[in-house]
T-cell receptor, first 115, second 116 residues
Framework: AQKVTQAQTEISVVEKEDVTLDCVYE???????LFWYKQPPSGELVFLIR??????QNEISGRYSWNFQKSTSSFNFTITASQVVDSAVYFC????????????FGAGTRLFVKA | GAGVSQSPSNKVTEKGKDVELRCDPI?????LYWYRQSLGQGLEFLIY????????KSGLPSDRFSAERTGGSVSTLTIQRTQQEDSAVYLC??????????????FGPGTRLTVL
């Protein structure tokens, strides 16, 4: 069965600090997709990144970077030099091909970035 | 509009009444998803539709919940005999399809349901 665990419920940092949001997943599939979404205070979820299970290359996009490690079933998300606008709830999600792309979300990590 | 739209944005109802929540996906998106988000909680999968295939209803919490998708576009989530524990934000999302690199989801603003 698919499962996504985001052990950090809330994280509070001061602006310009780096912060890593953890995501651990469980799946029996060999083919699956992992996602990160951001839910700002306005409420609407925004897609950030997708990774398929065959691509373990880490990705960097501006201040955001993602570390996918199949050996530890983790897909962690790092924000470098955090800004107040990064304050949001971040969700990690898993979609298995065998489950017809049904997507399971983690409980989310609420990030507070203080000025 | 270009994005996923949902209506109403807010719905207050009395316990025991039925409610219908509507979702208009992005034009051309063949996959449509419904989730429930209780206050301060994560997203709970409810149901998803993909093209003409039978929907995956595995997340519906009880038989009071049902959903349909007409013409492969608009979807309606119906909750019968609402209970106070149904109070939540109901989110709809759509994606281009479920193959290859196309399955990131685009979310609507949600419908906030309050059952008194």
């Amino acid at each position: 069965a698919q499962k996504v665990t985001q052990a950090q419920t809330e994280i509070s940092v001061v602006e310009k600090e780096d912060v890593t949001l953890d995501c651990v997943y469980e799946t029996r599939d060999t083919t699956y997709y992992l996602f990160w979404y951001k839910q700002p205070p306005s409420g609407e979820l925004v897609f950030l990144i997708r990774r398929n299970s065959f691509d373990e290359q880490n990705e960097i996009s501006g201040r955001y970077s993602w570390n996918f490690q199949k050996s530890t079933s983790s897909f962690n998300f790092t924000i470098t030099a955090s800004q107040v606008v990064d304050s949001a709830v971040y969700f990690c999600a898993l979609s298995e091909v065998s489950a017809g792309f049904k997507t399971i979300f983690g409980a989310g990590t609420r990030l507070f970035v203080k000025a | 509009g270009a994005g996923v739209s949902q209506s109403p944005s807010n719905k207050v109802t009395e316990k025991g009444k039925d409610v219908e929540l509507r979702c208009d996906p992005i034009s051309g998106h063949t996959a449509l998803y419904w989730y429930r988000q209780s206050l301060g909680q994560g997203l709970e999968f409810l149901i998803y539709f993909q093209g003409n295939s039978a929907p995956d209803k595995s997340g519906l919490p009880s038989d009071r919940f049902s959903a349909e998708r007409t013409g492969g576009s608009v979807s309606t989530l119906t909750i019968q005999r609402t209970q106070q524990e149904d109070s939540a934000v109901y989110l709809c999302a759509s994606s281009i399809g479920t193959s290859g690199r196309s399955n990131e989801q685009f979310f609507g603003p949600g419908t906030r349901l309050t059952v008194l």
